[in-house]
């Protein structure tokens, strides 16, 4: 095992070239699959680093409740460092679990606290707020109700007719793509690994993105949906509550509205590899398999080195 174990910890730097080119230069739609795929893997694996890590670590504390073989020799030397880094592992992974459980609550109480304000209104696709402050944002079905775009009078007092139908068609879209999935598994991830953060960033502007293309198709006009992004972002101050995946939160809006003002982008999945984009993504395949690789490596290493010192238990 040695210093692979180390590996996944460091390995999702490989990803951050990837993040800015692919938001630039695929479609939005491959570039959320490929950079929320990339940063689940990465976040996993280095997770599991510190769970083997924490195992060594917890082994070598006086009074630990583990069998005695756990801190043999033979699994000391399994990992290196094990006094330093074992024991640092322990309050970094409890850390990493407490950060996770909170991201992951706070996502389960305001989508439950969302479902709760508007319990009355659970049939209808559309609802709108007699509220003079300016915002909009798609909160999809939980396990009762439906899928509903929320938006405020005083948004859609701000907007002419075909501008609410981009508006309408954008946040609809959030909801056909599911893209507060992708928003979560990055959020997750960039809690258990800081240097995912990078990823989150560009998932949270592609998925954005991916909602203004499929506005676009859908009402006939990029031109249109362009306006309607702009003139929203210049009236909304957001939601006066977090809402799910940060809905709400226009993003990089002058990027956005550039990029609507552009010929549509291309579907190609897989950029290719004599582009800039195609190297950074093919690198950061490598960093990912190199990453689940030496993730399992250390764990298949460690399970035999700890079945063989228990065995005489």
Known sequence: ?????????????????????AEQHLHPR?????????????A??????????????????PGNPLPDGWSDPEVRAA??????????????????????????????????????????????PVVVLPDDTPYAYALPKGLRGRDQVVVTTGLLDELDSAERRALFAHERAHL???????LLAVRLAARANPFLRPLRTAVTYTAERWADEDA???????????????KAALVSRGAPTTTLAGFAAPGPVPRRVAALLRPAPSARVWPPVCTAVGMAAWGAAAGTTASALSSVNAAVTLFFVLKATAAPL
Do not use: K
């Not at 056909?176 to 992708?182: A, E, I, L, S, Y």
């Not at 676009?216 to 702009?230: D, E, K």
């Open 176 to 182: 056909t793509g599911r893209h507060h999935r992708f």
């Open 30 to 42: 491959a570039a959320t699959w490929l950079l929320t795929a990339v940063a689940v893997v990465l």
């Open 79 to 124: 990992l290196p460092y094990d006094e330093v880094a074992g024991r640092a592992a322990i309050p970094a992974l409890i850390a990493v679990v407490t950060a996770c459980a909170r991201a992951a609550w706070r996502h389960h109480r305001v989508r439950l606290r969302a479902a709760r304000a508007l319990s009355g209104l659970a049939g209808r």
């Open 1 to 21: 095992m040695g210093v692979f174990v180390f590996l996944p910890l460091v390995l999702p730097l490989t990803a951050w070239p990837m993040a800015r080119l």
């Open 216 to 230: 676009a198709t859908r009402v006939g006009s990029r031109r249109l949906v362009a306006r309607a992004v702009g």
């Open 44 to 61: 996993v694996c280095s997770t599991l680093c510190l769970a083997l890590l924490m195992v060594v670590g917890t082994a070598q504390l």
